[in-house]
């Protein structure tokens, strides 16, 4: 974030008087942005004060303020006037722009899912044994898509027809079976990939070789 920005975000904010313990805080404590930016401000500060190995008492010392401020502005518990930070930030060696260097980065919204950890879904006419895992939810209103890891393990099940809005993709990575859509019947072994329209009437048809595992990606249009 550059010195610009960050004075915008300065004059943004209310007007406050900061002090705390027995340290004395910098003049003119103007409020530098709302809580979500002081928070990230604080995560900043106390990093590079671990970085360097030194206490919050070594760092308050040399910013002119109390360590229990110190301690409230690193956890974002306040949000800090400018020239509180940049005291913060010249007792930590660094400038305003290195302090804040990362804060417009975006949010990864990434979604880490570990083996065996995806929500087991119960689908319509199939019995233990025959396993759905969903592998992402959508945070959105809406759903966007759902990912499943789908594990066959029991020749006897007779599976329902299954139909649902979108289009699906089912990918083979263990065993085979034969797999209906419509009026037809396809083969899919390891490697194999289908696509199709998820408002036909569809689903396996015959277990060949188990146990078959195959990821399946539902996608889903705009309106649903």
């Known amino acids: 974030m550059k010195k610009a ?5 300065a004059a943004s904010g209310a007007v406050a008087a900061t002090k705390a313990g027995g340290g004395k805080a ?3 404590a103007t409020t530098i942005a709302p809580a979500g930016l002081a928070a990230s401000v604080g995560v900043a500060i106390r990093r590079s004060r671990l970085a360097q190995g030194l206490t919050l008492a070594d760092v308050a010392d040399r910013a ?11 956890t974002g518990a306040v949000s800090p006037s ?3 930070v940049a005291a913060v930030a010249a007792a930590l060696g660094a400038d305003l722009p290195t302090l804040f260097r990362g804060l417009n ?5 990434a979604q880490l899912v570990r083996k065996g950890e995806g ?7 199939t019995r233990r044994g025959h396993t759905y895992h969903l592998l992402a939810a959508d ?5 966007a898509f759902e990912p499943f890891l789908v594990t066959l393990s029991d020749k006897s099940e007779i599976f329902p027809d299954f139909e649902h809005p979108g289009t699906e993709m089912i990918y083979i990575l263990e065993g085979s079976l034969r797999y209906r859509h419509g009026s037809e019947s396809y083969l899919l072994k390891p490697g194999d990939t289908l696509t199709f329209d998820g408002t ?6 015959s277990l060949i070789r188990l146990p078959i595992r195959m990821l399946s990606v539902i996608v889903y249009g705009s309106d649903e």
């Open 200 to 205: 036909v009437p569809h689903g396996p048809q």
């Open 26 to 28: 910098p003049s003119n």
């Open 5 to 9: 920005a960050v004075r915008r975000a």
């Open 139 to 143: 945070r959105g209103p809406r759903k």
């Open 119 to 125: 929500l087991e879904v119960v689908r319509r006419g």
């Open 105 to 109: 980065s975006q949010p990864s919204d």
């Open 82 to 84: 400018l020239e509180t």
């Open 64 to 74: 002119h303020i109390s360590p229990a401020m110190l301690s409230r502005l690193e």
